[in-house]
């Protein structure tokens, strides 16, 4: 049986006037799957949604939503997004900004959008600009799953929320997953949130794909090796170290798809989403510097 793709890249670049802020990003997102979108300020993942939904053109290649090449007309009709400045009309209300949604989507859940109205404590007859931004968070999280979409994105929904309001939004969002087997692709900087939430990782850096794949899957392909730094050199095969760093007397070694390193002194073990995540971005980050210097 073949695996329904959600979202795909393939050769996407998108230039702005001051240059690259994507290029050659390839990437395929299985439906069903909760993904995190992770990399440094800068790296695309705002562009990457805004390509997405349509209100920017790719430079190269190609995104597509289940199948679909982005229209500017609109957005993709199983697509609903979350975009990090939260945009509501100021001066409506809760209520019409909910009328509006219904107005505006052939498949509105108008019971669903006032329940999570209501499990969120905001008041339907306030107006906008008198919410907080946690509170417009929800409101806008209630209009982007009121659409019922089959894909929802978020950028950094979980920005401006407090600890209890992050983990409401985080559940409202599983239970929907869990009820309707949609797909999620969250944009976050808190690595800890997402462990434990998130089955599919998709991280970017420099403008282009690092890593992408589900979790347990690439959790598994790694190995988080340490040992005595006077020992790391030559040890592991070329073009499987991701990132070696040294502290003091000590080696930390992540590796990928490396066979088990069996020499005393060394142990090894399963990275964990963080320290997987931090390495890559960590690498992207010294591969940039290197590049700068050189270019200078
Ligand atoms: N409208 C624009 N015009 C010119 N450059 C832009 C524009 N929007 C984004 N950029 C640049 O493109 C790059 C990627 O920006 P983008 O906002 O997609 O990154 P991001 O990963 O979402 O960052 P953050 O984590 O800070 O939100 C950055 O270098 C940014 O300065």
Redesign the pocket.
């Known amino acids: 049986m073949s695996t329904t793709i959600a979202l795909a890249a393939a050769e996407l670049g998108k230039r702005?006037?001051?240059?690259w802020?994507l290029r050659g990003c390839g990437f395929e997102l299985p439906a069903g799957r909760v993904a995190a979108l992770v990399?440094?300020?800068?790296?695309?993942?705002?562009?990457?949604m805004a390509l997405a939904t349509g209100l920017l053109t790719p430079t190269t290649g190609t995104i597509r939503i289940f199948g679909d090449q982005p229209v500017r007309s609109g957005t993709h009709p199983k697509l609903g997004f979350l975009a990090?400045d939260k945009p509501l009309f100021r001066r409506f209300t809760v209520a019409e900004t909910l009328h509006a949604g219904r107005a505006l989507n052939p498949t509105w859940d108008q019971a669903y959008a006032e329940r999570l109205i209501a499990e969120a404590g905001v008041p339907t007859q306030a107006r906008i600009n008198t919410l907080s931004g946690g509170q417009r968070t929800r409101v806008a999280l209630a209009v982007a799953l009121g659409r019922r979409p089959e894909l929802l994105m978020l950028?950094?929904p979980l920005a401006d929320l407090d600890p209890v309001a992050r983990d409401e939004v985080m559940q409202t969002l599983m239970a929907e997953v869990a009820e309707t087997g949609m797909t999620v692709l969250l944009?976050s900087?808190v690595l800890a949130e997402l462990d434990g939430v998130c089955d599919h990782l998709l991280v970017?850096a420099g403008g282009g794909v690092r890593l992408s794949g589900d979790v347990d899957d690439l959790l598994a392909e790694h190995q988080l090796l340490i040992g005595p730094s006077e020992d790391s050199a030559g040890l592991f095969p070329t073009g499987s170290v991701v990132e070696s760093r040294s502290t003091g007397r000590q080696a930390t070694v992540l590796v990928r798809g490396a066979a088990p390193v069996d020499r005393p002194g060394w142990v090894a073990h399963e990275p964990t989403l963080e320290e997987l995540v931090k390495a890559y971005l960590r690498s992207a980050g010294k591969a940039k510097a290197v590049a700068e210097a050189v270019s200078a």
């Open positions: 702005y006037k001051r240059g802020a990399g440094p300020n800068g790296a695309g993942k705002s562009t990457l990090q950028d950094e944009s900087h970017l």
